[in-house]
């Protein structure tokens, strides 16, 4: 979130990092060294998708994040059960099982619910570790290798489905997706939403969608958080202040149609995004990219442009570094090292200081 400056009138910027709890490499004392930090986005992960979060397991969390002397008010992510994409009958029961995960956050004080839409697949690349040409290595999606790809061979390895489904629970699931076109899976985000968010309003929490990722369909499957028109029809399902958005430069950037400074101004004049994620990506042909640092000319987003829009909207929400390389011969989670996200931190941190403090001098320059 950001915390108002009243000395200069300004808007210090407050940057969250995302930890993956006690399994996590990161640990938090090495987060808090990173400047400019000041809290943890994070979730409960042994948790089975669509089972309650309980209160001790939430306070548990915040808890141990707050005695490292960081803020932890963001979840990034609340799970949406499959059953509930699909728009099953046993939706009913995930769904108030999720109001009550809500109910509970909300009174421990997390503000904010990250989650996102997209059948089977989370974020998907087609390779892990790709080499750069500094021998970094980063995520990497190939149009090509996707499309040639059967997700029932067990040739991929992806985060958030091949640790949880056998090829035959993966097969049952693409069956039942069959029946499932982008319309449908719309009807089933607004049932959804229809019955979370008066929750989330009830418990002050935001609700902030991320996008698909990447924001085109794979493996014939519907994905429709992708763009523009997708946002404004999704802010539309419930006109809610409490139904937004997580803009992710990296998912929504990757489309160059997306133009996300300029999505941020728009949505953002309309109170709707919740969290921000910044991440630079290259894109090197159709529906091909590679991940980059965050710097700006590493990629194909302006990265001075997007924190500009942000500071203009004086946006009031948690914003982090999203994916990083893996510098300096760092082994772990991909696209969630220490070194490069840290680097990215501070690099976002210094693009903020730079934007107040011109606006400040501008200001000065008035008086005079």
């Given at each position: ?5 009243k000395?200069n009138g ?5 940057m969250?990092?995302r930890w993956?709890g ?6 938090l ?5 990173i400047?400019?930090v ?6 409960i ?10 209160m001790e ?22 799970p949406?059960?499959e059953?509930i994409?699909?728009?099953l ?5 995930y769904i108030?099982?999720?109001c ?16 996102n839409?997209?059948p089977v697949?989370d974020?998907?690349?087609s ?7 500094d ?7 190939s ?10 061979t ?5 985060p958030g489905?091949d ?13 039942q997706y069959?029946?499932?076109n982008?319309?449908?899976l719309?009807?089933n985000?607004q049932y959804f ?29 519907p994905r ?6 997708d946002l ?5 399902l419930?006109d809610s202040?409490?139904n937004?958005?997580?803009l992710?430069?990296g ?11 300029a ?7 309309l ?6 994620h910044c991440?630079n990506?290259k894109?090197?042909g159709k529906?091909?990219?590679?991940e980059?640092s965050?710097r700006?000319?590493?990629?194909s987003?302006?990265?001075v ?10 946006f009031?929400?948690p ?6 390389r893996?510098?300096?011969g ?13 680097l ?11 934007l107040e403090?011109?606006k400040?001098?501008?200001k000065?320059?008035v008086?005079?």
């Open positions: 979130m950001f915390l108002e400056n000395e300004g808007i210090t910027l407050e969250t990092f993956y006690d399994s996590d490499p990161v640990t004392d090495k987060i808090r060294q400047p400019g000041a809290g943890i986005v994070s979730a992960y042994d948790v089975p998708v669509g089972e309650v979060w309980t397991r939430i306070l548990t969390l915040k808890h141990q994040v707050e005695a490292q002397g960081l803020k932890c008010e963001v979840i990034e992510s609340v949406v059960h059953d994409k699909l728009g009958a046993s939706r009913e029961e108030a099982n999720y009550t995960t809500i109910r509970n956050l909300g009174k421990a004080g997390f503000t904010t619910i990250c989650y839409f997209m697949f974020w998907t690349r390779k892990l570790d790709y080499k750069l040409a021998g970094s290595t980063a995520l990497l999606y149009r090509e290798t996707v499309e040639n790809m059967n997700p029932l067990g040739e991929l390895s992806l489905w640790a949880s489904y056998t090829k035959e629970d993966m097969k049952v699931l693409l069956e069959q029946n499932v982008e319309e449908k719309w009807e985000l939403l229809e019955r979370v968010i008066p929750v989330a309003e009830q418990a002050g929490v935001k609700m902030a969608i991320h996008p698909d990722d990447p924001p085109w369909s794979i493996f014939g499957l429709i958080i992708k763009n523009k028109s404004e029809r999704l802010i539309q419930v202040p409490n937004g958005i997580t992710c430069s998912s929504l950037g990757v489309n160059p149609e997306n133009q996300v400074a999505l941020i101004r728009y949505f953002g004049k109170g709707r995004i919740h969290f921000g991440r990506i894109i090197t529906n091909c990219f590679e980059s965050h700006s000319d590493d990629g987003l302006d990265m442009d997007i924190m500009q829009a942000y500071h203009e909207i004086g009031t929400g914003i982090r570094p999203d994916h990083g893996m510098i300096w760092e082994t772990g989670k991909p696209g969630y090292g220490l070194y490069d996200r840290a990215g931190a501070v690099y976002l941190n210094g693009i903020w200081e730079t403090k011109t400040g001098a501008m000065n320059e008086t005079v």
